[in-house]
């Protein structure tokens, strides 16, 4: 059971967040972390319609975490009270991506509304590929998608 229905991760998904942002294994994001970029604006610009459902089944798509439904509603139900809590959509911007290694990304967005910004975190993981073909996601799966309005964490 997830203890805040803000956050959606796979068990032991936490322990990803262990890896240090200065870890010597980071990357430059690359083309295919700007698809992720793609996929995660479409999110964004399906919250942004008040269709939080459909964007939350969209951005799922071929991920486990798809099959948590109590913590996908809860975290529907919160992401479509984002507009009464911090007033009217504005626009999105990207504020990090990361690549650590070659099958994980970090990426960081402001969700900004008239009264205050939303953070965005999503987190993707590759299943490192043995072979077999890569299926419409190119084998990237969401593993951790969470927000928050802790403005200090953009410090670090």
């Not at 010597?24 to 970029?37: D, G, I």
């Not at 139900?77 to 070659?102: H, P």
Request: aromatic share 10%.
């Amino acid at each position: 059971m997830i203890r805040n229905p803000w956050v959606l991760a796979l068990p032991l998904a936490a322990a990803i967040f262990l890896i240090s942002d200065r870890a010597s294994s980071a990357q430059e994001p690359t083309e295919e972390v700007q698809k992720l970029h793609g996929r995660v604006s479409s999110f964004l610009e399906g919250v942004s319609r008040g269709t939080p459902q459909a964007a939350y089944e969209e951005l799922l798509r071929g991920s486990q975490l798809i099959t948590q439904t109590e913590a996908v509603e809860a975290l529907v139900q919160e992401t479509a009270r984002i507009e009464e809590n911090y007033g009217q959509y504005r626009e999105f911007e990207q504020v990090d991506a990361r690549q650590i290694g070659e099958d994980l990304v970090l990426m960081r967005y402001l969700y900004k509304c008239d009264n205050f910004t939303v953070i965005w975190y999503f987190t993707f993981y590759r299943t490192p590929t043995r072979g077999e073909l890569a299926d419409e996601n190119g084998l990237w799966r969401v593993i951790i998608v969470r927000f928050d309005t802790r403005l200090e964490s953009l410090a670090d």
